[in-house]
T-cell receptor, first 117, second 118 residues
Framework: KAGVTQTPRYLIKTRGQQVTLSCSPI?????VSWYQQTPGQGLQFLFE???????NKGNFPGRFSGRQFSNSRSEMNVSTLELGDSALYLC????????????????FGPGTRLTVL | AQKITQTQPGMFVQEKEAVTLDCTYD???????LFWYKQPSSGEMIFLIY??????QNATEGRYSLNFQKARKSANLVISASQLGDSAMYFC???????????????FGTGTLLAVQP
């Protein structure tokens, strides 16, 4: 089975631009979560989607948004980029998403490394 | 609020020796899940092991075992027979409980950088 894939792997943008990152979950997984990783703040939860609905959202400004498609693929968008948005963005998928720990282990993709100049 | 604490920023271990990475957590919810992930320099987070709050036995996965002490709220990762390929950042994480129901939100610790020396 193919793992979680994320595209693109690397991005360089300038302040004020917007960016869209894509995540394809493991086949059959319906829950997709996004995380931001920076040296200063560590790993922070952005949002989670399950069956095309946002189920949970982290403490990020409205410039960060996401969506999930009927095939469970997910995209996240960051508008009006700031220098502080430079980070590794990780996507994770899980099987059921019903809050049963034994079945809901999240599997991560390789990440998209975004650099904002 | 739920919190994960990893107090060891970095550790060294000799190849073939065992090493313990510490993790303590704080939660008032009786139902929770604890995870350990490995992150090599490439950036991908690799799932290692899971422990449920109601599990009676400590979890084991190959060379990885979890020393779960519920009363002390600790979930230390033990790696036996360390290999050079084990050199990486290791994160402890907890699934957050919410009053609204199911969620897959993970709260991560700050990580421990493990270096395995030949």
């Amino acid at each position: 089975k193919a793992g979680v894939t994320q595209t693109p792997r690397y991005l360089i943008k300038t302040r004020g631009q917007q960016v869209t990152l894509s995540c394809s979950p493991i086949s059959g997984h319906r829950s997709v979560s996004w995380y931001q990783q920076t040296p200063g703040q560590g790993l922070q939860f952005l949002f989670e989607y399950f069956s095309e609905t946002q189920r949970n959202k982290g403490n990020f400004p409205g410039r960060f948004s996401g969506r999930q498609f009927s095939n469970s693929r997910s995209e996240m968008n960051v508008s009006t980029l700031e220098l502080g948005d430079s980070a590794l963005y990780l996507c994770a998928s899980s099987l059921v998403g019903q809050g049963t720990p034994s079945t809901d282990t999240q599997y991560f993709g390789p990440g998209t490394r975004l650099t904002v100049l | 609020a739920q919190k994960i604490t990893q107090t060891q920023p970095g550790m060294f271990v000799q190849e073939k020796e065992a090493v313990t990475l510490d993790c303590t957590y704080d939660t008032s919810d009786p139902s929770y899940g604890l995870f350990w992930y490995k992150q090599p320099s490439s950036g991908e987070m690799i799932f290692l092991i899971y422990q449920g709050s109601y599990d009676q036995q400590n979890a084991t996965e190959g060379r990885y075992s979890l020393n779960f002490q519920k009363a002390r709220k600790s979930a230390n990762l033990v790696i036996s027979a360390s290999q050079l390929g084990d050199s990486a950042m290791y994160f402890c994480a907890m699934r957050e409980a919410t009053s609204g129901g199911a969620t897959n939100k993970l709260i991560f610790g700050t990580g421990t950088l493990l270096a395995v020396q030949p």
